[in-house]
C-alpha cells in the first residue's frame, strides 16, 4: 500500500498552479477496532484507508461519496475531532497530525466545522448571542468594540437579523439553524472550514439559500472549503475540485469539469447517472450498481469496487489500482479507466 | 396522455382506485385550529404513479394518513370523501378500516428502521402482516410468502434473511423488507411516504426501479410522496404539487416538469441544483420560509413568498386563488396570473436557472 502513497501524493493535484497548499493529506488511515460479542474476536472497521489530497488557499473542495465512504471521518479527522490512526496532515506548512492542548486550540481557530444536523449541532439552553460568541469566549479573544458586536455583525453577514441576538434556536427554523452554525464557524475568521453536509437535512427551498449564502462567503472571505456531501448536484455547485471515496478509499481526483463531464472512474459514472435527473424523464440510460457496498471491516480484494464493477477483470481482484492520471484529465485509481465524456 | 389527478370541480373518474374529494383535515390545538390539508382533490388508477410534491409541513404525509384513516377521529376534524375502491373511509368504523389497511392499502414508511420492530425477525413481521388479513393460513404458509416476498423484492438468500432481525440489514434492504412486507397481501394502492429519502442515490436508484417492477407486476396504484423533484420525474406519471395544505399546481409528470405554471413549482425548480448547465450561476432559492398552518397568509398563501405577488391590484393579498385549467388538458394551477403572463415571466425568469433549465 505505501506505493499508492507515493504515486498519488504528487499527481493528485496536476491541473492546479503550484501554490502552497493549505491543507496537505498524505496517507491518512483511520481504523476503528470492534469486537462482536462480549468475547467475541476483534477485527478493524477500515474508515478510512490511505487518503491523500490538498486543498489550496480559497479553494473548494468536495468528497464525495455513500454512506459509509468514510467522507465524514475524513473531515472529523481535519477538524482533529478524530485521531488518525496513521498518516500525516499539515496545515499551512505544519504537521497537525497529532497536536494537543493549548497548541490545538489555537489551531482550531483556523479549521472550523460546520456539521449536518442544524439541531443537534446547537445548544436549547444558550441564546443565540452566547452560540455565536462561545469559539470567541473559549479562546479568549476580546474583539474590538465586543463580543456583542462582533455576534451581531456575524449575525448579519449570514443573513440573520442581528436582533435575535437573545433568542433561542428553537426559535428559528431548520435553515435559520443552520445559518446560526455557520455564523459560529465564521466567528474565529478561520482559514479552512469544513462543511459537513451541511444542506442535506434541509427543505429544497431553503438548501438553495443556504447553498448560496456559502458560495457568497467563500468569495467574500477568500475561505477554502472542504465540503462534504453525497448530493452530487449541490456539489457540482459549490466546488472546484471534487474527490470521490469509496469504502474508505479516495477512487478519483479532479477538476469540476473532469468529474461531471468526463469521468474516469466507472464508480464515478455509477454515481453521476444514480442522481435522478428532471431533464431526464422516466430514467432511462440509468447504470445500475447491484448489491450494496461491502463491508469495510472485511473489503475486497485488489479494487475494492470490484465486486460491483461491471468492467472487472482478472486482474481487478488480484491487484490494488493506484491513483494514476488518465486520458480523461483526472485521477483515477482504476486499471480499465473509462474515456469519453457521459451521454 | 391522459390525467387521472383532478381538480374539486371536474368530473369524477370512474376507471379511479382511489377518488380524493375535496379532503380537509384540520387538529384543533391550543394555539389554534391547524388546517393541515385544506381542499385536496386527486384520483389514481391501478397502474398508475401519482406524485405529490412540497416541502415539509405543505400536507402531503397528512393526506396519505388519511387515506389510511390513521388520525385519531377524537383529536382529528376531517371532511371531504376518500373512496378506496367504491369505499368511502371518512368516518367509517375503525374495525372496518383495518379490514382495509394493509390489505387493499398499504404503505412504505420514509425511515425503515423505526417502521420495523427491531425486538422481532423480519421474516416474523412479514408473515404476521399476512396472517392478520389471512386468519386461515397455517404458521408455515406465512412464513414461505414471507420468504417469497423477500425473494421477489430482489434480497439475496430469502431464507437465511427471514431469520434476521431489521439491524442486521443494511439501508437499502431494510427497505426491501419494508416493500416486501407493504406488498405481501398484493394491495391494489401503495402509499411510499418519502421512500428514498434517507437512502444513498445508488440505492435508490435501485429501490426505484424495483418499484416500478412491482407495480408493473401487481398493477398497483402507487402514491409517492416526496421533496424530490428528481424522484418525482423518474417515477409518476401524475404530479400534484401541495403548498401550505392546498393544491397549487396538477397535472401530467411532463406538464408539471417541463412547463410549469405556478410561481412555487417553478421556485421548486430554479433551486434545485442540476447536473448539467452553468455551475457558477447561483441558484434561485424562494425567499423565506413556509407559513405557520395556523395562521394563513389572507389571499393566495404563497404570496409572501412569490416574486410575482400584486401583479394583479390586491387580488393576491385578498382572494385564495382556485383550481383552474392552465392551457393544456388536465393541467391546473392556483394562480392569479393570466396565463399569457406566466408563459411570459416563465420564458424570463425561470427558464434558465436550477433544474428548469
Not at chain 1, 448579519?156 to 431548520?174: A, C, D, M, Q
Not at chain 2, 389527478?5 to 383535515?25: C, G, H, I, N
Request: aromatic share 6%; charged share 20%.
Amino acid at each position: 500500500m505505501t506505493d499508492l502513497a507515493d504515486s498519488a501524493a504528487s499527481p493528485a493535484t496536476p491541473t492546479l498552479p503550484a501554490r502552497e497548499p493549505l491543507l496537505k493529506v498524505e496517507g491518512l488511515t483511520k481504523h476503528f477496532p470492534v469486537r462482536s460479542g462480549l468475547w467475541g474476536k476483534g477485527s478493524v472497521v477500515r474508515a478510512v484507508e490511505n487518503v491523500n489530497f490538498e486543498v489550496r488557499p480559497g479553494e473548494t473542495l468536495g468528497l464525495v461519496g455513500e454512506s459509509g465512504c468514510g467522507k465524514t471521518t475524513t473531515g472529523r479527522m481535519l477538524v482533529r475531532l478524530l485521531e488518525p490512526t496513521s498518516g500525516k496532515i499539515t496545515f499551512n506548512g505544519e504537521d497537525i497530525t497529532h497536536t494537543k492542548g493549548s497548541r490545538l486550540r489555537k489551531l482550531r481557530q483556523d479549521i472550523q466545522i460546520i456539521f449536518q444536523d442544524p439541531y443537534a449541532s446547537l445548544n436549547p439552553r444558550h441564546t443565540v448571542g452566547r452560540i455565536v460568541a462561545m469559539p470567541l469566549q473559549v479562546n479568549g479573544i476580546e474583539p474590538p468594540g465586543g463580543v456583542k458586536r462582533r455576534v451581531q455583525e456575524l449575525l448579519e453577514t449570514v443573513g440573520l437579523n442581528p436582533e435575535h441576538y437573545n433568542r433561542y434556536p428553537h426559535e428559528f427554523s431548520g435553515g435559520q439553524r443552520q445559518r446560526i452554525g455557520i455564523a459560529r464557524a465564521l466567528a474565529l475568521q478561520p482559514k479552512l472550514i469544513v462543511a459537513d453536509e451541511p444542506v442535506s437535512a434541509l427543505d429544497v427551498s431553503i438548501q438553495a439559500q443556504v447553498v448560496n449564502l456559502l458560495r457568497q462567503l467563500q468569495r467574500d472571505l477568500g475561505l477554502s472549503f472542504v465540503f462534504i456531501a453525497h448530493d452530487l448536484a449541490v456539489v457540482r455547485h459549490f466546488c472546484e475540485r471534487i474527490a470521490v471515496m469509496y469504502l474508505g478509499r479516495m477512487v478519483e481526483v479532479g477538476t469540476r469539469q473532469q468529474i461531471y463531464e468526463n469521468p474516469a472512474h466507472p464508480y464515478t459514472r455509477a454515481l453521476l447517472s444514480a442522481v435522478p435527473d428532471v431533464t431526464k424523464l422516466g430514467g432511462a440510460g440509468r447504470i445500475k450498481l447491484e448489491g450494496d457496498v461491502p463491508s469495510p471491516i472485511d473489503p475486497p480484494s485488489g479494487c475494492v469496487f470490484h465486486t460491483r464493477c461491471w468492467k472487472a477483470q482478472e486482474k481487478c481482484a488480484a491487484e490494488a489500482p493506484v491513483l494514476l492520471p488518465n486520458p480523461n484529465g483526472s485521477v483515477a485509481a482504476c486499471h480499465f479507466p473509462e474515456t469519453g465524456a457521459v451521454i | 396522455m391522459t390525467t387521472s389527478t383532478s381538480p374539486a370541480a371536474a368530473a369524477v373518474d370512474p376507471e379511479a382506485y382511489l377518488q380524493v374529494r375535496d379532503l380537509k383535515v384540520q387538529f384543533p390545538t391550543e394555539d389554534g385550529l391547524v388546517r393541515a390539508v385544506d381542499g385536496v382533490s386527486f384520483s389514481v388508477r391501478r397502474g398508475q404513479t401519482l406524485g405529490i410534491v412540497g416541502e415539509s409541513g405543505s400536507g402531503k404525509s397528512v393526506t396519505s394518513m388519511s387515506i389510511l384513516g390513521l388520525h385519531n377521529p377524537a383529536r382529528t376534524k376531517i371532511s371531504g370523501e376518500i373512496s378506496i375502491g367504491g369505499q368511502n373511509i371518512v368516518g367509517m368504523k375503525e374495525e372496518k378500516i383495518q379490514k382495509l389497511r394493509g390489505k387493499d392499502v398499504a404503505m412504505i414508511f420514509q425511515d425503515p428502521l423505526s417502521a420495523l420492530h427491531p425486538y422481532y425477525k423480519v421474516g416474523a413481521q412479514i408473515a404476521e402482516a399476512y396472517k392478520v388479513h389471512h386468519p386461515s393460513a397455517s404458521k408455515k404458509e406465512a412464513s414461505t410468502r414471507a420468504v417469497d416476498m423477500l425473494n421477489r423484492v430482489g434480497i439475496p438468500q430469502p431464507q437465511r434473511r427471514a431469520n434476521q432481525y431489521p439491524h442486521e440489514f443494511s439501508g437499502g434492504m431494510r427497505q426491501r423488507a419494508m416493500i416486501a412486507m407493504a406488498l405481501v397481501n398484493d394491495p391494489a394502492l401503495v402509499i411510499a411516504d418519502e421512500p428514498t429519502t434517507a437512502l444513498d442515490v445508488t440505492v435508490q436508484a435501485q429501490i426505484l426501479e424495483l418499484l416500478e417492477d412491482l407495480q408493473r407486476e401487481f398493477q398497483s396504484a402507487i402514491i409517492m410522496i416526496t421533496h424530490d423533484l428528481g424522484v418525482v420525474s423518474q417515477v409518476a406519471d401524475d404530479v400534484l404539487v401541495m403548498y401550505a395544505g392546498r393544491p397549487v399546481e396538477t397535472g401530467s409528470v411532463e406538464q408539471i416538469m417541463k412547463r410549469p405554471q405556478h410561481p412555487y413549482t417553478w421556485g421548486l425548480l430554479a433551486s434545485v441544483p442540476s447536473l448539467h448547465g452553468d455551475a457558477n450561476v447561483d441558484l434561485v432559492p424562494i425567499k423565506g420560509n413556509p407559513p405557520s398552518l395556523i395562521n394563513l397568509p389572507t389571499g393566495c398563501s404563497f404570496n409572501p413568498r412569490c416574486r410575482y405577488a400584486g401583479q394583479n391590484g390586491n387580488r393576491s393579498f385578498s382572494e385564495v386563488p382556485e383550481l383552474r385549467p392552465a392551457g393544456e388538458d388536465g393541467h391546473n394551477v392556483a394562480c392569479h396570473m393570466s396565463f399569457e403572463t406566466r408563459q411570459r415571466l416563465y420564458a424570463e425568469d425561470i427558464a434558465h436557472a436550477g433544474v428548469a433549465q
